[in-house]
Antibody
Framework: QVTLKESGPVLVKPTETLTLTCTVP??????????VSWIRQPPGKALEWLAH???????SYTTSLKSRLTLSKDTSKSQVVLIMTNMDPVDTATYYC???????????????????WGQGTLVTVSS | QMTQSPYSLSASVGDRVTITCRAS??????LNWYQQKPGKAPKLLIY???TLQSGVPSRFSGSGSGTHFTLSISSLQPEDFATYYC?????????FGGGTKVEIK
């Protein structure tokens, strides 16, 4: 069983930078074969994948938001941090962090399904 | 891009329900299904087209290949009324379908 917990501000102003933290207690983000994703869901709308980071530090971002997103890991705290710049009211959403197992052959790894999700944190962008 | 149909459906307890997901290009077998209830995080139901996640009832099943996939519920139960999403894990960026809401008739 993997537990993930999101933390961060509930309210940000337009143009501000959002910093969200995902804590995965009990797991080494370097040694465990896993990827941590951020996914968001505006109220009443569909899921949107934002980015993920592998245990080997490989990162990938959704194309439409790539210029605004930065992912990093703090392995000593078992945390993954998402930074999203220049927030806009359309970015109002529940933000989830979630885990994918990695399938590896030698040094080559890939992910597929997302098997554990955090409870999500609602971020509202408003002045 | 992942396209789900229908957008929503109404069904009765005991009905068989089928939801379709189409990919804009081949995604091999990297297709997964999730169930989401209001106010809750999504839950993985099926991965790699047809493998049931641990603890998921056997009335759920998945099939398909290439670009066309389906999720079926053989006999709808009250707890199955929810929104269902498909997701491709074949290539980055990962993408989700738009969701199918299953409502009580």
């Amino acid at each position: 069983q993997v537990t993930l917990k999101e933390s961060g501000p509930v309210l940000v102003k337009p143009t501000e930078t959002l910093t969200l933290t995902c804590t995965v207690p009990g797991f080494s983000l370097t040694n465990a074969r896993m990827a941590v994703s951020w996914i968001r869901q505006p109220p009443g709308k569909a899921l949107e994948w934002l980015a993920h980071i592998f245990s080997n530090d490989r990162k990938s971002y959704t194309t439409s938001l790539k210029s605004r997103l930065t992912l990093s890991k703090d392995t000593s705290k078992s945390q993954v941090v998402l930074i999203m710049t220049n927030m806009d009211p359309v970015d109002t959403a529940t933000y989830y962090c979630a885990r994918s197992p990695l399938y590896c052959s030698g040094d080559s790894c890939y992910s597929n399904e997302i098997d554990f999700w955090g409870q999500g944190t609602l971020v509202t962008v408003s002045s | 891009q992942m396209t789900q149909s229908p957008y929503s459906l109404s069904a009765s307890v005991g009905d068989r329900v089928t939801i379709t997901c189409r990919a804009s290009q081949t995604i091999s077998s990297f297709l997964n299904w999730y169930q989401q209830k209001p106010g809750k995080a999504p839950k993985l139901l099926i991965y790699s087209v047809s493998t049931l996640q641990s603890g998921v009832p056997s009335r759920f099943s998945g099939s398909g290949s290439g670009t066309h996939f389906t999720l079926s519920i053989s006999s709808l139960q009250p707890e199955d009324f929810a929104t269902y999403y498909c997701q491709q894990g074949y290539s980055d960026p990962i993408t989700f379908g738009g969701g199918t809401k299953v409502e009580i008739k």
